[in-house]
Each structure stands twice: as C-alpha cells, then as structure tokens.
C-alpha cells in the first residue's frame, strides 16, 4: 500500500450505496434480500458502504454544519478553554496537530491537521468513567446555535447506528435479536471536524492520515461539496475517493467488527486530503454499542473481552488497559505515603502517547475537610513557573525581539556586578540556565516563613544583584536562585510593554486554553484552590496563616505561578509536541522549545551519563539520580541518593519541582512516548512525597522491572527529616560554652536592619514576661520566636521539628543558623547583630545596624546622667 498510489473516482463502481428503505420500509422480501445481500458483499470486500433512506431530517444535517462552523470560527484560545484533555472522559476540543491518525510503519507524516469536538450520551460526575461523562459545551455560543442542534443530531445518528448494527447481524446469518443485549445502553461518540485549506500535493500533509478506526461502526456526515475522504481499495492498489453529497451518508466498519467477525468483515484503510482550496467539514458518528458487552456477531466467540476493554486496547495503543490498572493499582501506595508524610490532598495526572491516560485526586483541599481536590483544584506550583517564564523568553526569541546569546547590559545597561567577568558577558541563557554562579540563598532564606513579599524597584533590585555573593565560577557550575528568573521578568516587561502576569496570560497560558493557570490567584472561599498546609511529626497537617502569593515580588518570575493538573497535562502535552519539531509553525503556541529543554549546564557532576538543566527544566538520563530540586535531595548526601531508574531500559526524563511554603509539586515528561506525570499537592510533607509519588507513577507507568518500594522510602525520609532535628538540639546543647551572662535584657531590645537586602531584625520583650526576648523577622507576628540566652552576647532561637513547619518555614538544621550575636557599644548598648544566615554564601554572616536613633540618644542620655532629657525623649518616643 502506498500513499501515492492512484486516486480514483467512486461512482458507485467500488463503493455501492444502498437505500435503508428498501430494508425498514418495504415490504417485498426480494429488496430486502438484495439489501441485506449488498452489505455483506460491501462488508467483505470493502468494509464500507454508502446509505440513503437513513430517516435523518436534511434540515438537522445542515444545522449540525451549521454549529460545526460557529464552533470553530471561535477564536483559538476560546477552543482550547474547553480542551478535552483536561477531562479523563475525553470531551470537548482537540486542536490541530493534537491526532496522528497515520499508521507509523507505512512512512514519515506530520500530525493530522484537522481540529475536533467530541460528544457523547450525556451522564453525571459521579458516573465519571473511560468515555462516560458530561458533555463540555463552549460558554460563547447560546444553546439554540450549538447545544440543540449538536444533540438532535445526535439522536438522529444514534438511531442510523441501530439500523446498521441490525444488518450487519442478519447479513451474518443472525437474527435482529441477537443484538437486543447489545443495543440497550449503546455508547456513541460524535466527533465535529474541521479540515483546514492547505495545499496538498505533499503526500505528507493530510487533514487526516491513514488509518482504521478502532470501535464498531462509523456513521460519516460530510458537509455536501467537500470532497476528500479517500478508501483503499486492496483489490484494484488504488486510493478510491468518495464524494460528499446531501442526504448521504458513509458507512465504515471499524477494528472491533473484524475481530468479531473473525477477519471476514473488513476494516479498511481509509484518510481524508482536503482538495476544496477552502474548509472541510464532516461529523463522523463512533457508534459501539454497549460498552459493557461481548460479542454480539458471533455467539460462540468464547473470549471475555468486552466492547469497552477492546476500545481501551486500541485507543491508548501504548497505554493499553493493564497500563491503566497498573496505575490504578498504586492509589493504594499513594495513600500509605500521604499517611506516612502528612498530606491532606494530592491530585495528579497521567499522558502517555499524548493522550490523558488517568486522572485522580486524594484527600482534602482544606482545613476543615470537607472539599475534595480534583483535576481543576489550583495549587502553588512553585519553581515549575520557571518553565513558563522561559517559554516566554522563547516567544520574544522566536519574534526576533531577543537573542539567547543577548548579553544583559544590552538590555539592562545598569548591571554592574562586582564580578566585572560576569557584568560584561552574563547573557539571557546564562540566567535561564542557573550557570551564572550568583548564591540564591540568602534572598530565599530572608524571605523564609511568608510569601517572600520583598518587592526591590528596579533600581534598588540592581544594587543588590550587584552585591551577591559569587561563590561558583561563572558557567562552570548549575546553582538555583530567584534572581536569574527576576532579571528574566523584567526583560520580559521592558520588551513586550507588559507585566509578567499580563504577557504569559497573553501569549501561553490563554493561546493554550490553560484558563486556570495565573500568577494572580483569587483566594475567595468559593474558588478550587488548595489551602496551603505543612505536614507535623505525627502524620498530621497544620494549616498555614498565610497562602503563598509571589504576585509583584522578587519571586514572581521563579515561583508565583497557580495552576491545576488539567491545565498542567496541556502545558506537558504542548511541550512535548512542539519539543518534536525544531521550527515550530506557525500555529504552536510554545516556540524555541527544543532550544529550551536542551542541556545548558551540568548539574552536579560527576555523573556517568546525563544531569543537566535547560531552561526551567531539569534532565536526566535513566537509569540515574533525579528529585534534585526538591527536599529529598538534602535527606541523602549524592553517593546514597535512590537510583532512579536501575535495572530498566535507559529513557530521558525531562522535569522539575517545585517545593515551597504551603505547597509541593513534581512534572516531568518523556520526549520519546510523549508521557509526562504530574503531582500537585497542597503540603509541605515531611520528606518530599510529590517526589515519592511522581516516582511511583513513573514506574508504573512505564512498568519498570525492579520496581522501589516508595512506601518504605518515604518512611525513612520521614525518620531522616526528624532525626536531622534530634542532632541540631544535640549539637547546639554540646556546642553552648561557658562565658559571661548576659546584659540586662534591655540593652538588646531594638530594631536592627541590613541595608544591602532592606531587610528588618525587631528584638522585643516577651509579651508575658520581660524576663524573655522575642526576635521577629521583617516585624511580621506570624515570625515572632523566643530568643534565648546562649552565652556571653549570643542567643539562639532554634524550634523543633513541628514549630518551624506550623511557621512555615524551611527545614534547616545548621546550628549556627539559629545564633544571632550581637556586638555591643562601650555603654552596654548591643549595636548590631550579626546572623550566620548561611555560611557558604557569607562566612562572616550578615550585618543588621540598631535602627532606632531615638533609642540611641536616649541611652546616650542615661550615661551622661541627664535624667530630665531622657524622661523628655521617653516621652516623645511613646506618644
């Protein structure tokens, strides 16, 4: 069979059309002989036939056309609001390019080029299962244009379908009855097409490939004039074109008729190239009978397969049915870890082959336990916003706005890093990439414990960029930081004239139909969003007071996006698809892709094969060490980390996570079967048990050997994680000196600022006793803790393993972390407090200066003796 082979008209010589009155209405047993005999003779040779005489009103079938042309004259974004690939039952739209009908063995063919709409019987959520569900109707169309006629049609087509089923049936020898089982609850599925104008002399261009369709029969309706489905006609070598004309309809049997006829009834070849020089339109009708039924044309087939285990196997091709149970299988494991690391809900999804294969959700969405998450439950997704900032990067890229190479004072002349090697050559990839060697952590661990609301304008932001530490050598080493992403938003703004939030919701998250992605999150208390909680020692999850919300801070760009797993199995799915073509056309949303997920750098080598970072994605070539973005990479030092992968076929996995306050999240995909997995959860678990899950997932999904017991190794990141807790208090008790006792409390009592990050130390009394110290951070009541003398001018502030997650704050378990000393003037007044934030990035710590001059004088005054002018100064500093 070639796709070049002859095309030839039908003209009734290869493909008969047969009038269903000479059979339902007649009464002469002679025209109903002939009909009966004309299907099986069509059904032998062709597996396709034409009918009239159908009972279907012409008027229905123009107002179906009719709603076919208002459906997808809609603008694009609009479409894919109501993308069927965010309902495992798969309803709504499938956008071009989004179907390969072709057959892979017979040649090199692009993606189908037509878009679609699925309908099908109209059922409840509760009755949710594969191909039942309710129908997603596009809110910018009013009933009377769209719902009605879709589904008067519908009804009409249902009925054709028990017509044709009764032929077949007496055509094989069997009585009408055999299907009276079969019929009762027959399934149908509508599938509105639109082909769009192109040119088709290339033979690879089709608005639909080659290919047989996998269920019953198939009633076709196309649009009169529109020529263009072809049949091959095995007999003759030669493609066999079938007009499209009124009031006709085309008849094909699919693969489940010719297994259950035993291969005497054909399932055919066929494929649709849209020569009108304008639109096509068709509505092909899957009509399969009872799903939950066996072979009704052959009584004395003994296999137990039914009509909807058939159906699974030749849809999801490499995810087959036992891929699915697999999978299912796990929600068992995906439970005990929720038990074991505290997680009250989890909601997560599955593509495999491009196509959703499972969907499901654990838990609660909030506090009190009454809300259930499921696929359109926003969560925070932490630092897979990176991925989003870069595709839009890629946008201005591919509009020829930016270069890759672009060096940043070309945009941003004011840069001016201390590291004059870095200010003259820094480029956009290298802050894409974490290559430029910038520490990240002290900004992230100054924003600890709220929503990182540090909001630097551009010129204050540049100064501080200008003074981070630089502790790895420029584009030799990967190291993460807010600031890359920072610099990313801005470019972004100064380019395109728009807010980061505004450009994104522009340019990728509405184009893709992701309605429910935003970096501007609405917490009103009637919206699907997942309350943010952090998992305690016992198993349990403590709400947060605060909801992470980056929105105009330092963080938007690498961590302020929301979104759902709906929208994150469309982000996977249009990455994927556009990581298979190095120049995207003119259609695809997401540009420079293959550029984006490509190596840049490597991460924590050595490492015998692949471990790198693109641009907001992580990659690693299995078997080998993944999870490095998230909490579990600290619980093992890199020589004892999980192998992921060990024993099983070597595949690339393309990911990232994104951990933070309140939240927990995990994507990763497969260029080479178009999978990806995705785990949102709305926890910061003990250990990282998006990462556990996502890891089960993957396993299953692609049935690896040796499969991990992630049960038992989120166990023991649970007992690590507090263990770690155990050795801090045991270090800080061996590591406290005798020396001199304090000052009297008074003389810490003070504001304290560090001016190079803007940033705000508040030492108070206690508020139930002067007799203990308070420190806040950033003046912020949620972070007030208990300062405790440690010795000579030294406190400490350490919490347990349960007091810093109800603060929400990160797990660090570095004792000088806690130490805050502070230097004292010669009139026993404490000057400053120096804070070993983080030792690698400043190993003399940070500096905060007492902030309160009126303070200052008044001390000044108690030395000198002038009791009235500090009763006076008193005085003024109250009131």
């Excluded at 739209?93 to 679609?116: C, M, S």
């Excluded at 591919?398 to 190479?405: N, P, S, V």
Aim: with cysteine.
């Amino acid at each position: 069979m070639s796709v070049d082979a002859a095309v030839v008209k039908n003209e009734d010589k290869y493909i008969p059309t047969i009038d269903l009155r000479d059979y339902f209405d007649a009464y002469s047993e002679e025209k109903r002989a002939k009909v009966i005999e004309q299907v099986r003779t069509a059904c032998l040779e062709h597996g396709f036939f034409q009918v009239e005489g159908h009972g279907v009103p012409v008027e229905s079938q123009r107002r179906m056309f009719a709603a076919c042309k208002a459906l997808f004259d809609l603008p694009l974004e609009k479409k894919r609001r109501i993308s069927l690939y965010k309902y495992s039952w798969r309803r709504g739209y499938e956008g071009p390019g989004e179907q390969q009908a072709n057959d892979p063995h017979h040649g090199d063919f692009e993606r189908d080029a037509k878009e679609g709409f699925f309908v099908g019987k109209e059922l409840p959520l509760d009755q949710v299962d594969f191909g039942k569900g309710p129908n997603v109707w596009p809110p910018d169309l009013a009933e009377n244009d769209f719902h009605r006629p879709v589904m008067e049609y519908y009804e009409h087509a249902r009925k054709v379908g028990f017509k044709v089923m009764e032929l077949l049936a007496v055509s094989l020898g069997h009585p009408p009855s055999v299907l009276k089982d079969f019929t009762t609850d027959a399934a149908m599925f509508l599938k509105l097409l639109r082909y769009p104008a192109h040119t088709w002399t290339d033979t690879r261009k089709f608005g639909s490939g080659q290919h047989t369709d996998y269920g019953g029969i198939t009633i076709l309706l196309q649009d009169p004039g529109q020529d263009g489905l072809e049949v091959w006609h095995e007999a003759t070598h030669q493609w066999v074109e079938l007009p499209a004309l009124e009031d006709k309809f085309v008849i094909n049997l699919g693969d489940m008729v010719q297994r259950w006829t035993g291969g005497e009834y054909k399932s055919t070849l066929h494929r649709v190239i849209n020569k009108t020089g304008g639109e096509r339109y068709a509505v092909p009708a899957f009509w399969h009978g009872d799903l939950d039924a066996k072979n009704p044309l052959d009584p004395n087939d003994t296999s137990d397969e039914t009509v909807l285990e058939f159906i699974k196997k030749k849809f999801y091709k490499g995810g087959t049915p036992s891929t699915i149970e697999r999978l299912q299988k796990l929600s068992r494991s995906i439970e005990q870890i929720c038990e074991i690391e505290g997680v009250p809900g989890v909601s997560i999804g599955v593509l495999d082959h491009g196509e959703t294969l499972w969907t499901e959700s654990f838990g609660f969405r909030d506090n009190p336990k009454t809300a259930h998450p499921d696929v359109n439950t926003q969560y925070s997704i932490g630092h897979i916003t990176m991925s989003m900032v870069a595709a839009g990067v890629g946008k201005l890229v591919d509009d020829g706005k930016l270069q890759w190479t672009m060096l940043l004072r070309e945009i941003i002349p004011e840069i001016d890093h201390a590291g004059v090697y870095w200010t003259h050559t820094a480029t956009i990839a290298d802050i894409l990439a974490h290559r430029c060697g910038l520490d990240g952590e002290i900004v992230t661990l100054l924003a600890d414990g709220g929503n990182g609301d540090i909001q630097p304008c551009l010129e204050e932001f540049l100064k501080a960029i200008d003074r981070i530490p630089h502790p790895l050598p420029h584009r030799e080493s990967w190291l993460m930081g807010p600031w890359g992403y920072k610099i990313a938003a801005h470019i972004i703004e100064h380019i395109s004239g728009q807010s980061l939030h505004e450009y994104l919701q522009d340019q990728v998250f509405r184009p893709l139909g992701m309605t429910s992605t935003t970096l501007r999150p609405s917490f009103e208390g009637s919206n699907n969003v997942a309350e943010a909680h952090a998992s305690l020692s016992n198993g349990h999850a403590c709400p947060l007071e605060f909801q992470p919300n980056f929105a105009n801070t330092l963080f938007e760009g690498s961590r302020g996006a929301y979104s759902t797993v709906s929208d994150l199995l469309v982000w996977t799915k249009e990455t994927l698809a556009a990581s298979q073509n190095t120049a995207a056309s003119a259609n695809t949303v997401l540009k420079q892709i293959p550029h984006i997920i490509s190596n840049h750098i490597a991460m924590k080598n050595p490492s015998l094969l692949e471990r790198s970072y693109g641009f907001g994605w992580a990659r690693a070539q299995l078997p080998g060490i993944v999870g490095l973005l998230g909490g579990n990479s600290g619980i093992w030092e890199m020589p004892e980390q999980p192998v992921f992968g060990a024993g099983n076929q070597s595949r690339l996995m393309i990911y990232h996570q994104g951990g933070g306050p309140g939240h927990s999240s995990f994507v990763a995909i497969f260029p080479e079967t178009r999978s990806a997995v995705v785990v949102l959860m709305n926890t910061t678990a003990v250990s990282d048990a998006a990462d556990w899950i996502a890891r089960l997932l993957i396993e299953g999904l692609f049935d690896f050997a040796k499969p991990t017991d992630y049960v038992r190794l989120a166990e023991e990141g649970k007992r690590r994680t507090i263990e770690r807790f155990a050795t801090l208090h045991n270090r800080l008790a061996e590591e406290r000196i005798q020396g001199a006792p304090p000052l009297p409390l008074k003389c810490y009592v003070g504001k304290y600022e560090n001016k190079d990050y803007k940033y705000r130390l508040e030492v108070t009394f206690s508020p139930e006793s002067e007799s203990n110290l308070m420190i806040s951070f950033r003046g912020l009541d949620s972070q007030l803790y208990p300062l405790r003398h440690y010795h000579d001018q030294v406190f400490e502030w350490s919490m347990s393993f349960d007091e810093v997650r109800q603060s929400g704050r990160y797990d660090i378990t570095d004792p000088s972390y806690y130490k805050i000393r502070f230097e004292i003037y010669p009139d026993n007044r404490a000057s400053r407090i120096i804070w070993n934030i983080h030792g690698a990035s400043v190993p003399g710590g940070l500096t905060f200066e007492w902030k309160d001059e009126r303070l200052a004088e008044a001390w000044r005054a108690v030395h000198a003796g002038m009791n009235d002018f500090v009763s006076n100064t008193m005085h003024r500093i109250r009131y």
